[in-house]
């Protein structure tokens, strides 16, 4: 079955470190999207890409850092400059256009110790 | 950007009820979209509305492409408890999603 995952489901990272979380799908989908949700809260754009190795920032993309050299991976850095990273992470894909709608992976939840 | 408005912001209700729901954007959209994310998990496409004036049912669910083509409308009928959760709309080319609305059904 095609799909979007995410991994890993938790993620706990020490202040001052790098952490990566990895969104890969297998529905051939073009775009690829990545959010942030907190609590009680909607879904803020981080970082998009429409296409192999581009990407643009989203409303929230200070830092985070992405990459995208292969059309079903679209892995996510939390950089330590990112002031305060504990969150809800939610990686998304759609066709191009996106008129069929986005399709979501089941997140990450990450938190800093 | 495009601003997206969703209300009311939460609901809580009690299990039987119709709930109705809706959101508003500051341009025209040629695509809804109405999500449901159950708690700890990613949003699940609940409707898509394609031509204005629309409406598409889903089991309970229906949805209304207004004919403005600014805003859009979510009604679930008879609600149950595993309704619970927040419904987010969204327009397709914007990426951006509504701040949702967090539903509670009681028992």
């Known amino acids: 079955d095609g799909g979007i995952t995410q991994s890993p489901k938790y993620l706990f990272r020490k202040e001052g470190q790098n952490v990566t979380l990895s969104c890969e799908q297998n529905l051939n989908h073009d775009a690829m999207y990545w959010y942030r949700q907190d609590p009680g809260q909607g879904l803020r754009l981080i970082y998009y890409s429409q296409i192999v190795n581009d990407f643009q920032k989203g409303d929230i993309a200070e830092g985070y850092s992405v990459s995208r050299e292969k059309k079903e991976s679209f892995p996510l850095t939390v950089t330590s400059a990112q002031k305060n990273p504990t969150a809800f992470y939610l990686c998304?894909?759609?066709?191009?256009?996106?008129?069929?709608?986005?399709?979501f992976g089941s997140g990450t939840r990450l938190t800093v110790v | 950007g495009q601003q997206l408005n969703q209300s009311p912001q939460s609901m809580f209700i009690q299990e039987g009820e119709d709930v109705s729901m809706n959101c508003t954007s500051s341009?025209?959209?040629?695509?809804w979209l109405w999500y449901k994310q159950d708690p700890g998990e990613g949003p699940v496409l609940l409707i898509a509305?394609?031509?204005?004036?629309e409406l598409t049912s889903n089991g309970r669910l229906t949805a209304q492409f207004g004919i403005t083509r600014k805003d859009s409308f979510l009604n679930i009928s008879a609600s149950i408890p595993s309704d619970v959760g927040i419904y987010f709309c969204?327009?397709?080319?914007?990426?951006?999603f509504g701040a949702g609305t967090r539903l509670t059904v009681k028992p």
């Open positions: 341009s025209i959209f040629n695509t």
């Open positions: 509305l394609y031509k204005a004036g």
């Open positions: 998304a894909s759609t066709l191009q256009g996106a008129i069929s709608g986005y399709t």
């Open positions: 969204a327009g397709p080319s914007d990426m951006r």
